[in-house]
Nanobody
Framework: QVQLVESGGGLVQPGGSLRLSCATS????????MSWYRQAPGKERELVAA????????DYADSVKGRFTISRDFAKSTVYLQMNSLKPDDTAVYYC???????????????WGQGTQVTVSS
């Protein structure tokens, strides 16, 4: 059974930090690109950060560059999002996603976590 379980969200003051975790199981973590998305009330879900499989190349939304860092631990099948210098605009539900294309096909496999709330407020 595939599981992606986010944790680490909460209430933080502007300028503070949080570290989100997404613990996974039930699929070959090493073969999946991982990413973090967020969705604020009344807004569409947006990509925040992504990391590839082997090699670990990363990409970030312009709004979080220099403040957020995505990383993955293959031994723990877990992806992290370190968030620093948080702003009220970062308030959202944060979701992790796993995505892979099945070898020698065009079939995409995609899994999502249930989300964790991040609130930045004084």
């Amino acid at each position: 059974q595939v599981q992606l379980v986010e944790s680490g969200g909460g209430l933080v003051q502007p300028g503070g930090s949080l570290r989100l975790s997404c613990a996974t199981s039930g699929f070959p973590f090493r073969s999946y690109a991982m990413s973090w998305y967020r969705q604020a009330p009344g807004k569409e879900r947006e990509l925040v950060a992504a990391i590839t499989t082997v090699g670990g190349s990363t990409d970030y939304a312009d709004s979080v560059k220099g403040r957020f860092t995505i990383s993955r631990d293959f031994a723990k099948s877990t992806v992290y999002l370190q968030m620093n210098s948080l702003k009220p605009d970062d308030t959202a539900v944060y979701y992790c996603r796993a995505r892979a294309i099945v070898a020698f096909t065009t079939t995409v496999r995609e899994y999502w976590g249930q989300g964790t709330q991040v609130t930045v407020s004084s």
